[in-house]
């Protein structure tokens, strides 16, 4: 926080008026769901962005990210997209959305502060949008409710960035708490809060520094066609909404899709949302090995059927694993894909006494592939915050 605000005050010569923080997040479980109503599980960790604002008297806006020395430009009376201002086009879109929404807005000096850079894959653009979004409320639009604010960022980014708003993203980033994990059911918008408080176990983001190639664009799996396939699968259970587990009628229903890899991704979509329903089951009870094995399962799903991992990604993940799998002890430790997919992230929870053997996993990896992994220990944190 002292950093970010040294920076703002070196830039502009002057104190900022707010300053906001959003974490970074990591999603768990179901990330590729949201879009068919489904349930996933997501929290946001301490790798924060902060963003501070000065007001100005004019109509000039003026962006600052100091890690990568570089500064945009942009007026309140010509907000426009421009490809060349990355990272400031996320805030743009937020501001875009406040002006069309008919809120008052000045010229600003902003800052923003991160150590993750945005294309980290933690999310860091999505946490630059939702304190972007809590400064400009405060500034102006204090009545604002949480849920008005996500509605305005999902605005800016279908108008102005003329993206998809990945739900799951924003409300992690907004409505997470320390020790926790969302539970969010998409069908209706409802957030559960599931302790995630393991005793000597630790979280550990690694980049593994692959670049990132889409081998295949997931929008493409997004149709009204599959979403209306998959709701006649859906059925109630003691008063939980899941997928008919039935593989004749999975099969059945699946078989009016044509293209095989689009069966075998929806397939996948099918076969997660039980280990997510099993995942919140065992972090509502504390069973750790339980938790562990969704989210090991979840990873073979997400290599053998929805097709967005990589050799090395993999690699680092087998590494977790193969003591459970060699022993057939419960599992004691899980890692998994996390985002996007086609390279770049994992998260892994393990031991506290099995980190130093991560690393030197990793250095190994970094012998045998060539790229060179960051590793993060992270915890659990706040979403959304005012700091001043």
């Known amino acids: 926080m002292e950093k970010a605000l040294e920076a703002h005050k070196s830039e502009y010569?002057?104190?900022?008026d707010v300053l906001f923080s959003a974490p970074a997040r990591i999603h768990l479980l179901g990330e590729h769901a949201w879009y068919f109503k489904d349930k996933t599980i997501s929290t946001g960790v301490n790798l924060p962005v902060y963003l501070s604002v000065s007001q100005r008297n004019d109509a000039v806006i003026n962006f600052y990210f100091p890690q990568l020395n570089e500064r945009k430009k942009a007026s309140i009376?010509?907000?426009?997209?421009?490809?060349?201002?990355?990272?400031?086009?996320?805030i743009k879109s937020v501001l875009s959305a406040f002006l069309n929404d008919k809120k008052a807005c000045s010229g600003m000096d902003i800052t923003v502060y991160s150590d993750i850079l945005p294309n980290a894959g933690?999310?860091?653009?999505?946490?630059?949008?939702?304190?972007?979004?809590?400064?400009?409320?405060?500034?102006?639009?204090?009545?604002?409710?949480?849920?008005?604010?996500?509605?305005?960022?999902?605005?800016?980014?279908?108008?102005?960035?003329?993206t998809i708003t990945y739900f799951s993203d924003i409300y992690t980033a907004v409505f997470s708490k320390k020790n926790t994990c969302l539970f969010i059911n998409h069908n209706n918008s409802e957030i559960d809060y599931l302790p995630?408080?393991?005793?000597?176990?630790?979280?550990?983001?690694?980049?593994?520094?692959?670049?990132?190639?889409?081998?295949?664009?997931?929008?493409?799996?997004?149709?009204?066609?599959?979403?209306?396939l998959l709701g006649d699968?859906?059925?109630?259970?003691?008063?939980?909404?899941?997928?008919?587990?039935?593989d004749t009628e999975i099969n059945e229903i699946l078989s009016a899709v044509k293209n095989e890899d689009y069966r075998r991704r929806l397939l996948c979509i099918i076969k997660e949302q039980q280990l997510v329903i099993d995942a919140h089951d065992a972090l509502k009870n504390g069973n750790f090995a339980g938790f562990a094995r969704s989210v090991n399962k979840s990873h073979e799903l997400l290599r053998d059927l929805f097709s967005i991992s990589c050799p090395e990604i993999d690699w680092i993940v087998k590494r977790v694993q193969e003591n459970d799998f060699l022993t057939g002890r419960p599992a004691t430790a899980c890692s998994r894909i996390t985002g996007k997919g086609f390279g770049r992230c994992t998260y892994t929870v393990i031991n506290e006494s099995e980190i130093e053997n991560y690393k030197n996993k990793l250095l190994e990896y970094e012998k045998i592939f060539g790229f060179h992994p960051s590793m993060y220990e992270v915890e659990t944190a706040d979403g959304l915050t005012r700091l001043m």
């Not at 009376?77 to 996320?90: G, I, P």
């Not at 946490?127 to 972007?132: G, K, P």
């Not at 009545?143 to 305005?152: E, V």
């Not at 699968?233 to 039935?246: A, C, F, H, P, T």
């Open 13 to 16: 010569e002057s104190q900022p």
């Open 77 to 90: 009376q010509n907000l426009r997209f421009r490809k060349e201002d990355r990272w400031a086009n996320v």
């Open 122 to 162: 933690f999310g860091i653009t999505t946490a630059i949008q939702a304190a972007a979004a809590g400064a400009f409320r405060a500034l102006f639009a204090p009545s604002l409710t949480d849920r008005q604010l996500i509605n305005l960022i999902d605005k800016g980014n279908r108008t102005f960035l003329n």
């Open 196 to 228: 995630f408080d393991f005793p000597n176990t630790k979280i550990i983001l690694t980049d593994a520094q692959v670049p990132r190639i889409s081998v295949w664009n997931e929008e493409t799996l997004w149709t009204p066609d599959y979403a209306c």
């Open 233 to 246: 699968l859906k059925i109630s259970r003691n008063g939980v909404i899941m997928y008919d587990d039935s």
